[in-house]
């Protein structure tokens, strides 16, 4: 179907399309998150001038739909499912975890942004090797804050003295207003990093306006228009493992 590729520039990578001739009316979009397919149904007398505009103005709204399915959690996932022995959710997307011995230094490491490779020696402890996948993930979520202060600090005109990870079982971040300290949550590793923006954005908020008065969510509106379908997104996730 690469004719219906070229039709939807912006649809993502991996993700097939199937069109099926019925004796039908009209036509059918459906997406299969679960399959990755966008599936159009469409009548077996369509014209093909029709059906491309037909797909053209549908367009915007299956790339929407095709973005958000590739962020699809489930409403009761909780942290203690995010990392198993064979896959690990890393920004939203579920990973498969291969696995290898290394006689030297365990390690873990990405390997093109599609899998996690990790190597550790015969018969290393279970403990530890959880202590190795902490280290990871609180690395790569450091690496990602450290950008996205870059980015909001100068943005807001304010600036915490500093940003420390810690895994909560009930909130998403915190914000120490007289010692200028903000605590994420280092769960936020497992989630599509817009997640984890909202809450940054959210805690810098508090360093302007400490209380959530109306004044906070107007300056939160005006840094991050959409934060409250975030927000949304984030209460379906249940920290309670
Ligand atoms: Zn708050």
Redesign the pocket.
Known sequence: MHELHRLLPGALEGWQYELVYKSIRHIYFRIYPDKKTVRISAPYQINPKDLEHAILAKAAWLTDKVKAANHVLEPHTSPSVMRDNCSCMLWGKKLPVVRGVSNSRPQICLSAESEIMIRVPSGYAPQKEDNLWNRWLRSILNERIQMLREKWQPAMGTAAAEFRLKKMKTRW???NTRARRIWINAVLVHLDPCLLEYVLV??L??LLEPG?TQR?YQIMQRYLSDWKSREIRLNQITLRS
Do not use: D
Request: contains cysteine; aromatic residues 12%.
């Open positions: 971040g915190s914000c959210h805690e908020v508090h959530h906070f």
